[in-house]
């Protein structure tokens, strides 16, 4: 059967990205994790608008093609939904039992915010902008039907890579990833990037709506005691793809691969322990490491005694944000980034997971990707101490 994502809510959706499966640096959209609170609305692009209101100079109505005349760009990034891991907590969480899959990478394209923002001007006293999806529902603890709504603070929203996204890995967006057009925040949790954008208000107080006060916030330690902080950036964060848990491997060389993402910032180091974080020794990157992106990692494991072995990863990002050995409790469902322990067995009358070395891993890799989407991919996967892209 034809890779799927792993369905953990059917209506509405909420699927995670088959990461045991994941062969490439670009995740193929129709495996990337969708995760929906309401159901997907459907839009006609004749009557589709895009409003810009509130402390604006000018209110503005935009019919899809005048956006189109503005100019666009491209960014690769990693999206996480800030819930990915929930169902490993030890202390269970309320929401979405993700695994492992809540995350996924793809190309974005389209114009900058920035850009639709100056057609409008903003007022001096304008400190958020605030999006409006087409989506509309209800919540247990929210009776009253609400559309989902997110703000940014100005600089998130008026810096050059933030997006009104119009396609996803080259293509126009699919329904469930926001179709025809969402806001895309790289570098933050995915409930930034608003899906099916409608509306855009520009507004002179911090927004305080369902999903950024009820939901989506974590508690902070600062100097005036426990505070609620909405949730933003991504943290630095790794998983292993393959083995799976529960996998029994041979005595000698074991190959680990994964994946290790570090939100704005690129990734700068990958360790790997297997024996529980006792000691670590560095994983080699594979292809671009890149700001917003996430870097293939992989680790050629010797192993020397047969029995049980506890597995653990580490990134580093190139800012020295460094991934945590514990969840911290403060962050309740929210995330869920500290290096989760594998658990694999070794037994001896087993044979080694036969490994190739870096540079045909990357070439599989690339050939299972291209063979996969319609269009091939444009980035040069360089197996290199990178500079990035
Ligand atoms: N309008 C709207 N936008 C939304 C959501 C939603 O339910 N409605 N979910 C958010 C959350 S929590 C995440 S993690 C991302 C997921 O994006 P994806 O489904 O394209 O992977 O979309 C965000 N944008
Ligand atoms: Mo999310």
């Known amino acids: 059967m034809a890779e799927q994502?792993?369905?953990v809510t059917a209506v509405p959706e909420n699927s995670e990205t088959p990461l045991d499966s994941v062969r490439s640096w670009v995740t193929?959209?129709?495996?990337?994790?969708?995760?929906?609170?309401?159901?997907?609305?459907?839009?006609?692009?004749?009557?589709?608008?895009?409003?810009?209101?509130?402390?604006?100079?000018?209110?503005?109505?935009?019919?899809?093609?005048?956006?189109m005349d503005l100019p666009?760009?491209?960014?690769?990034?990693?999206?996480?939904?800030?819930?990915?891991?929930?169902?490993?907590?030890?202390?269970?969480?309320?929401?979405?039992?993700?695994?492992?899959?809540?995350?996924?990478?793809?190309?974005?394209?389209?114009?900058?915010?920035?850009?639709?923002?100056?057609?409008?001007?903003?007022?001096?006293?304008?400190?958020?902008?605030?999006?409006?999806?087409?989506?509309?529902?209800?919540?247990?603890?929210?009776?009253?039907?609400?559309?989902?709504?997110?703000?940014?603070?100005?600089?998130?929203?008026?810096?050059?890579?933030?997006?009104?996204?119009?396609?996803?890995?080259?293509?126009?967006l699919d329904p469930s990833h926001g179709y025809p057009l969402r806001l895309f925040v790289p570098g933050w949790y995915g409930v930034a990037s608003v899906k099916w954008l409608r509306?855009?208000?520009?507004?002179?107080?911090?927004?305080?709506?369902?999903?950024?006060?009820?939901?989506?916030?974590?508690?902070?330690?600062?100097?005036?005691?426990?505070?609620?902080?909405?949730?933003?950036?991504?943290?630095?964060?790794?998983?292993?793809?393959?083995?799976?848990?529960?996998?029994?491997?041979?005595?000698?060389?074991?190959r680990l691969f994964g994946a290790a993402w570090a939100g704005e910032d690129s990734v700068s180091r990958v360790e790997v322990s297997t024996d529980g974080g006792t000691t670590w020794s560095d994983a080699t990157l594979m292809g671009p490491q890149a700001p917003y992106s996430w870097t293939l990692w992989e680790y050629l494991w010797e192993a020397e005694s047969p029995g049980?072995?506890?597995?653990?990863?580490?990134?580093?990002?190139?800012?020295?944000?460094?991934?945590?050995a514990e969840h911290d409790p403060l962050h309740g469902g929210y995330l869920i980034h500290h290096s989760r322990p594998l658990c694999l067995r070794v037994a001896a009358g087993r044979h080694a997971v036969d490994h190739a070395d870096a540079a045909a891993i990357l070439y599989d890799m690339?050939?299972?990707?291209?063979?996969?989407?319609?269009?091939?991919l444009d980035v040069e996967m360089e197996f290199s101490a990178g500079e990035g892209i």
């Open 5 to 7: 994502r792993k369905v």
């Open 28 to 67: 193929p959209t129709r495996l990337f994790f969708v995760r929906n609170h309401f159901d997907v609305p459907a839009l006609d692009l004749a009557a589709w608008r895009l409003i810009v209101e509130g402390r604006v100079r000018t209110r503005r109505a935009w019919t899809w093609d005048e956006l």
């Open 72 to 172: 666009e760009r491209t960014i690769f990034a990693t999206v996480e939904c800030a819930g990915n891991g929930r169902s490993f907590l030890a202390e269970p969480q309320a929401g979405v039992q993700w695994g492992a899959g809540a995350v996924g990478h793809a190309e974005w394209t389209g114009v900058p915010l920035k850009l639709v923002l100056e057609r409008s001007g903003l007022e001096a006293d304008a400190v958020e902008v605030l999006f409006e999806g087409a989506d509309v529902g209800t919540e247990p603890d929210h009776p009253a039907p609400m559309p989902f709504q997110r703000s940014l603070p100005l600089a998130k929203a008026l810096h050059p890579d933030t997006l009104l996204a119009t396609r996803m890995n080259g293509e126009v």
């Open 199 to 254: 509306r855009i208000e520009v507004v002179n107080e911090p927004f305080r709506g369902y999903f950024q006060s009820v939901k989506y916030t974590v508690r902070r330690r600062t100097a005036r005691g426990v505070e609620s902080e909405v949730v933003g950036p991504m943290m630095p964060k790794s998983e292993v793809i393959r083995p799976r848990a529960g996998e029994v491997l041979g005595l000698g060389g074991n």
């Open 308 to 324: 049980e072995h506890t597995v653990l990863v580490r990134a580093t990002s190139s800012r020295g944000r460094v991934q945590p």
């Open 366 to 376: 690339n050939a299972h990707a291209e063979e996969n989407m319609r269009l091939p």
